[in-house]
């Protein structure tokens, strides 16, 4: 009897040996599973969090794989894809991640870019922004609605927006005015933003990253250099300029040196004509030649009559946007560009109501391009059409 109940125990303590065995195996196997998850998460978290804590200094990133993100994909996925345009879309592991390197969303412009490939016409001349009878061209089309301009007109381009969401929301908040606001194309939550800057009812451009005079600068991921194949400076465009919808034209993201050179430019303007957008020389070089270029290509072109922010203080500034004003009263309109830094916001904040109770109107940048129109059609000389 004893032995019989020894043996039984035995064999039920061996069973529970097992037992507990693959319980500590499977509970391990559980730990590992959760351990990788959280750690991957947390990389996840934490480009996030600094991806939306980026200082709005021009960030270097670490993508190098430029034009490789121009290969259309071979399928196109379903239209509610852009329905969550915050979600990040990125799946590279963990390992290939840097952090503080904004990540080119890989997947959209690679569908815009097939989209693009289908709806293009025999005449070659079609994008989400290109030009139809129904509808005008894209910067008349997507030109948020201008206060009345009963006075000088100040058109504030606020550039290198978007590494900074909350940033975004609070320029978006801007009630004293209509802003615009340049987006870089490489920053994360980029429909996310220009849908909140929409819905408040300002201004987007595109702010194109272009090669600078110093090839030390990092410029970002598929920047416009003068020495590219124009394949590849095509395919770069295409890039950038199917990274979002709805604005109204582009200007250059640093650029001395691609601005100043011709055939690149005219090769920049062409794409501009065909997609009906127009050009803001930001003027970073005395030698550019937006202006000669855009002409050439009909393209609707605007330069930058006041730089706000080269000095990093509010009273700076203050100063700038006094200085704004002067040419405003002087031509009729003012072109100032800023930086979304805390102490420009809070300079155009304090300034703005004051402003509009000297008479100056805050208006989008293509107000001040239909008002040249206009100076243009109703002036001694009708020199007829001007660009679109
Ligand atoms: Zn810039």
């Known amino acids: ?65 430029a034009g490789k993100d121009d290969t259309p994909a071979p399928h196109s996925h379903a239209p509610t894809a852009k329905a969550a345009p915050a979600k990040p879309t990125t799946t590279a592991p963990p390992t290939t991640r840097i952090a503080l390197a904004p990540r080119p969303d890989r997947d959209r412009p690679a569908r815009r870019l097939v989209e693009l490939v289908k709806a293009t016409p025999p005449n070659g001349k079609a994008t989400s922004n290109h030009v139809t009878a129904e509808t005008g061209a894209a910067w008349r089309r997507f030109a948020a609605t201008s206060p009345v301009a009963d006075g000088p007109m100040i058109a504030i381009v606020v550039d290198d927006s978007g590494h900074d969401v909350a940033r975004t929301k609070r320029l978006a908040g801007f009630r004293d005015g209509v802003l615009t606001l340049a987006f870089l194309p490489y920053v994360e939550q980029l429909d996310a933003q220009t849908e909140i800057a929409r819905a408040g009812g300002h201004e987007i451009l595109l702010h194109l990253p272009m090669e600078p005079l110093n090839p030390e600068v990092d410029t970002g991921p598929n920047v416009l250099n003068i020495d590219l194949p124009p394949s590849e400076l095509d395919a770069r465009l295409h890039w950038n300029l199917a990274r979002l919808e709805g604005y109204v034209g582009i200007n250059n993201h640093m650029g001395s040196r691609f601005t100043a050179d011709r055939p690149a430019m005219a090769h920049l303007m062409k794409a501009l004509h065909d997609r009906g957008l127009l050009f803001l020389d930001s003027r970073t070089t005395s030698a550019t030649v937006g202006r000669e270029t855009a002409s050439a290509a009909d393209v609707p072109f605007l330069q930058r009559d006041v730089f706000l922010d080269n000095e990093s203080t509010e009273a700076h ?33 304090a300034w703005a109501p004051g402003a509009r109770d000297r008479g100056f109107v805050l208006v989008p940048l293509t107000a001040v391009k239909k008002h040249q129109q206009q100076d243009v059609a109703q002036g001694p000389i009708h020199k007829g059409k001007e660009s679109q």
């Open 1 to 65: 009897m004893y032995s019989k109940y020894g043996g039984k125990l035995k064999r039920w303590l061996t069973r529970g040996r097992i037992a507990a065995l693959v319980i500590a195996l499977v509970g391990l196997g559980l730990l590992v599973g959760g351990t990788t998850g959280t750690l991957a998460s947390r990389e996840t978290g934490t480009e996030q969090a600094n991806a939306a804590n980026l200082s709005s200094k021009p960030e270097p990133t670490a993508e190098t794989a």
């Open 317 to 349: 500034v203050a100063a700038q946007l006094a200085e704004t004003e002067v040419v405003a009263r002087r031509q009729g309109y003012a072109i100032a560009i800023g930086h979304p830094h805390k102490w420009t916001i809070s300079a155009l904040e």
